[in-house]
Nanobody, 122 residues
Framework: QVQLVESGGGLVQAGGSLRLSCAAS????????MGWFRQAPGKEREFVAVISRSGGNTYYADSVKGRFTISRDNAKNTVYLQMNSLKPEDTAVYYCAAGTLVAGTLKYVEVWGQGTLVTVSS
């Protein structure tokens, strides 16, 4: 089983960009579909994006489609989330996860990262 460590969060102004990274330990990384979720204060955790094992398929929540891009580098055991045109409502703790790709989302999550905070100021 892999362990996941996110990085790249921080404070950014509305309209700005950030790139989150999620580094995985272990040699099983390429066996997992990988995803990003987020949890805003006082709200439930929600799906953001998912990428298939090979990287050939990606899916996004409607709220981030066209602004966020998920990618992965299996040689580096890393998955990324490029976030552009950020809005204050994107403020949340962002979590990396490994699980099963089902109907355009990530289900049956086996491993969660510890999360990284993204704050978007208006």
């Amino acid at each position: 089983q892999v362990q996941l460590v996110e990085s790249g969060g921080g404070l950014v102004q509305a309209g700005g960009s950030l790139r989150l990274s999620c580094a995985a330990s272990g040699r099983a990384f390429s066996r997992y579909n990988m995803g990003w979720f987020r949890q805003a204060p006082g709200k439930e955790r929600e799906f953001v994006a998912v990428i298939s094992r090979s990287g050939g398929n990606t899916y996004y929540a409607d709220s981030v489609k066209g602004r966020f891009t998920i990618s992965r580098d299996n040689a580096k055991n890393t998955v990324y989330l490029q976030m552009n045109s950020l809005k204050p409502e994107d403020t949340a703790v962002y979590y990396c996860a490994a699980g099963t790709l089902v109907a355009g989302t990530l289900k049956y999550v086996e491993v969660w990262g510890q999360g990284t905070l993204v704050t978007v100021s208006s």
